[in-house]
Protein backbone atom coordinates (compact mmCIF):
# COMPACT_ATOMS: atom_id res chain seq x y z
CA UNK A 1 0.00 0.00 0.00
CA UNK A 2 1.40 3.60 -0.92
CA UNK A 3 2.68 5.71 1.61
CA UNK A 4 1.64 9.34 1.24
CA UNK A 5 3.49 11.84 3.43
CA UNK A 6 2.19 15.17 4.10
CA UNK A 7 3.97 18.28 5.30
CA UNK A 8 4.24 22.37 5.75
CA UNK A 9 1.91 22.64 8.05
CA UNK A 10 1.52 25.17 10.99
CA UNK A 11 0.45 28.03 12.85
CA UNK A 12 -0.14 31.46 9.96
CA UNK A 13 -1.95 34.78 10.73
CA UNK A 14 -4.65 35.54 8.61
CA UNK A 15 -3.65 36.64 4.89
CA UNK A 16 -0.22 34.58 5.38
CA UNK A 17 1.10 31.78 3.37
CA UNK A 18 2.15 28.16 3.14
CA UNK A 19 3.13 25.69 1.43
CA UNK A 20 2.37 22.03 1.80
CA UNK A 21 4.16 19.03 0.17
CA UNK A 22 2.59 15.63 -0.12
CA UNK A 23 5.70 13.31 -1.04
CA UNK A 24 5.09 9.44 -1.86
CA UNK A 25 8.43 7.71 -0.69
CA UNK A 26 7.37 3.93 -1.32
CA UNK A 27 5.71 4.39 -4.58
CA UNK A 28 7.63 3.79 -7.82
CA UNK A 29 7.77 6.76 -10.47
CA UNK A 30 5.61 4.99 -13.00
CA UNK A 31 3.55 3.89 -10.18
CA UNK A 32 3.02 7.97 -9.56
CA UNK A 33 3.35 9.42 -12.50
CA UNK A 34 -0.17 8.57 -13.74
CA UNK A 35 -1.71 9.26 -10.81
CA UNK A 36 -4.74 12.09 -10.53
CA UNK A 37 -3.26 13.38 -7.04
CA UNK A 38 -5.12 15.20 -4.84
CA UNK A 39 -5.41 17.57 -1.30
CA UNK A 40 -8.31 17.57 0.95
CA UNK A 41 -8.98 19.02 4.40
CA UNK A 42 -11.13 18.55 7.18
CA UNK A 43 -11.95 21.18 9.76
CA UNK A 44 -13.01 20.04 13.28
CA UNK A 45 -16.60 19.02 13.61
CA UNK A 46 -16.40 18.78 9.54
CA UNK A 47 -16.18 16.01 6.94
CA UNK A 48 -12.90 15.73 4.77
CA UNK A 49 -13.64 18.04 1.69
CA UNK A 50 -11.28 17.94 -1.93
CA UNK A 51 -9.75 20.74 -2.28
CA UNK A 52 -7.47 20.59 -5.51
CA UNK A 53 -6.41 18.16 -7.56
CA UNK A 54 -3.74 17.84 -10.08
CA UNK A 55 -3.83 15.58 -13.52
CA UNK A 56 -0.13 13.25 -14.89
CA UNK A 57 -0.79 16.51 -17.35
CA UNK A 58 -0.61 19.40 -14.75
CA UNK A 59 -4.64 20.20 -15.77
CA UNK A 60 -5.32 21.65 -12.25
CA UNK A 61 -9.16 21.92 -10.48
CA UNK A 62 -9.67 23.81 -7.37
CA UNK A 63 -12.53 23.85 -4.72
CA UNK A 64 -14.77 27.31 -4.70
CA UNK A 65 -13.32 28.10 -1.60
CA UNK A 66 -10.02 28.54 -2.52
CA UNK A 67 -10.03 29.17 -6.52
CA UNK A 68 -7.51 32.15 -6.72
CA UNK A 69 -5.55 31.36 -3.39
CA UNK A 70 -4.32 28.06 -4.23
CA UNK A 71 -2.02 26.71 -6.11
CA UNK A 72 -1.70 22.98 -6.22
CA UNK A 73 1.40 21.47 -8.80
CA UNK A 74 3.19 18.48 -8.86
CA UNK A 75 6.94 17.45 -9.69
CA UNK A 76 6.78 13.52 -10.97
CA UNK A 77 11.00 13.09 -10.59
CA UNK A 78 10.59 13.68 -6.73
CA UNK A 79 7.32 12.12 -6.71
CA UNK A 80 5.96 15.22 -4.42
CA UNK A 81 2.52 17.08 -4.45
CA UNK A 82 2.77 21.13 -3.23
CA UNK A 83 -0.07 22.96 -2.28
CA UNK A 84 0.76 26.69 -1.85
CA UNK A 85 -1.75 28.82 -0.02
CA UNK A 86 -2.12 32.22 -0.06
CA UNK A 87 -4.12 35.08 1.47
CA UNK A 88 -5.53 32.26 4.06
CA UNK A 89 -8.39 33.06 6.09
CA UNK A 90 -9.86 31.33 9.51
CA UNK A 91 -11.61 29.04 7.78
CA UNK A 92 -8.60 27.70 5.94
CA UNK A 93 -7.77 25.80 9.26
CA UNK A 94 -7.52 21.95 9.14
CA UNK A 95 -6.05 19.05 8.48
CA UNK A 96 -4.62 18.63 5.06
CA UNK A 97 -4.42 15.07 3.63
CA UNK A 98 -3.18 14.45 -0.08
CA UNK A 99 -4.13 11.35 -1.61
CA UNK A 100 -4.40 10.06 -5.24
CA UNK A 101 -7.81 9.58 -6.95
CA UNK A 102 -9.76 6.89 -9.05
CA UNK A 103 -11.34 7.41 -11.95
CA UNK A 104 -14.40 7.68 -10.30
CA UNK A 105 -12.59 10.46 -7.81
CA UNK A 106 -12.23 8.48 -4.43
CA UNK A 107 -9.55 8.24 -2.41
CA UNK A 108 -7.03 5.52 -3.77
CA UNK A 109 -4.62 4.60 -0.88
CA UNK A 110 -4.96 4.60 2.86
CA UNK A 111 -4.72 8.20 4.21
CA UNK A 112 -1.87 9.48 5.98
CA UNK A 113 -0.90 11.09 9.61
CA UNK A 114 -1.99 14.83 7.20
CA UNK A 115 -0.44 18.27 8.46
CA UNK A 116 -2.09 21.05 10.20
CA UNK A 117 -3.01 24.40 9.05
CA UNK A 118 -3.96 27.06 11.33
CA UNK A 119 -5.19 30.31 10.72
CA UNK A 120 -5.66 32.47 13.49
CA UNK A 121 -4.38 36.07 14.59
Known amino acids: QAQLVESGGGLVQPGGSLRLSCKAP???????????MAWYRQAPGKGRELVAS???????NYADSVKGRFTISRDNSRKTVYLQMSNLKPEDTAVYYC????????????WGQGTQVTVSS
Open 54 to 60: VTPDRIN
Open 99 to 110: NALTTTNQPKYN
Open 26 to 36: RMITSVFNPNL
